[in-house]
């Protein structure tokens, strides 16, 4: 795939709501039963009335669709080469209304990459995590799948237009998890976590209310996934000093 094809990607989550009190009593009930597994070993023992669902919740519902919400959505794509070197264009879409959020994501899809024989979309751990919670988010706010996106009943050589660099890297092993801060230090590629890491943006988001520094945050893993497709795949390397933010 020529990479002036792909729209690179990430999001950034949240829990849905600020803390576990929040709330109602059904869906904390239903955090109790899916968030089971989370439970720390030196609790396992206690009655369920007894863990501690507040700290676990505030830990964790941002990695379940369920229970959390997106905040950002990152899209980066290259432009033309100059030079002999490629240069790219970020952009972000967020915001406190995940479904604003979503819809503009959709409609940038469905115009500009909306055929999956010529275009593709591109992230770290994708197929795992970013393209099933933007679906569930989409579907949960109603919103129409656009054809990227509409992945049931497809079949593994119909979603050669999910390109996945965690994937890329396994080369067919699948026993192992490679960060993308690790791969961009053996890349020789600028870290993604030099302000805040996924763990904080939780309470970026909520105590300090600064959208603007998770969307930095979520751009930079755009330029380094960007810059580590390149050198898995062997069609160069990008420069920060080359990216444009829109």
């Not at 803390?19 to 009930?29: I, K």
């Not at 993308?180 to 988001?205: H, M, N, R, T, Y």
Request: charged content about 25%; some cysteine.
């Amino acid at each position: 795939m020529n990479p002036r094809q792909i729209l690179f990607l990430d999001i950034e989550t949240v829990s849905g709501q600020k803390s576990y009190n929040d709330l109602d009593a059904r869906l904390q009930l239903l955090w109790q039963k899916k968030a089971a597994r989370f439970v720390p070993s030196d609790q396992k023992e206690l009655a369920r009335d007894e863990i501690d669902w507040s700290a676990i919740y505030s830990d964790r519902a941002a990695i379940l669709a369920e229970f959390g919400k997106i905040i950002c959505i990152s899209v980066g794509y290259m432009l033309p080469k100059e030079n002999g070197e490629w240069s790219m264009r970020i952009k972000s879409f967020s915001g406190t209304d995940e479904k604003s959020v979503l819809q503009q994501f959709a409609d940038l899809l469905s115009t500009s990459f909306g055929d999956q024989t010529f275009s593709a979309v591109c992230g770290h751990n994708v197929k795992e995590f970013d393209i099933p919670y933007i679906c569930r988010r989409m579907l949960i706010h109603q919103l129409s799948l656009p054809p990227a996106l509409q992945l049931h009943g497809k079949k593994p050589w119909e979603l050669n237009h999910i390109i996945d660099t965690l994937q890329l890297w396994k080369f067919g092993d699948y026993k192992h998890y490679t960060s993308l801060d690790l791969l961009a230090s053996v890349f020789d590629i600028p870290s993604p976590k030099e302000d805040i890491d996924g763990s904080q943006v939780g309470s970026v988001f909520y105590e300090d209310e600064d959208l603007d520094r998770i969307s930095r945050y979520c751009e930079r893993d755009v330029f380094v996934t960007a810059a580590v497709y390149l050198q898995i795949t062997g069609e160069g390397s990008l420069d920060e000093k080359q990216v444009t933010y829109a």
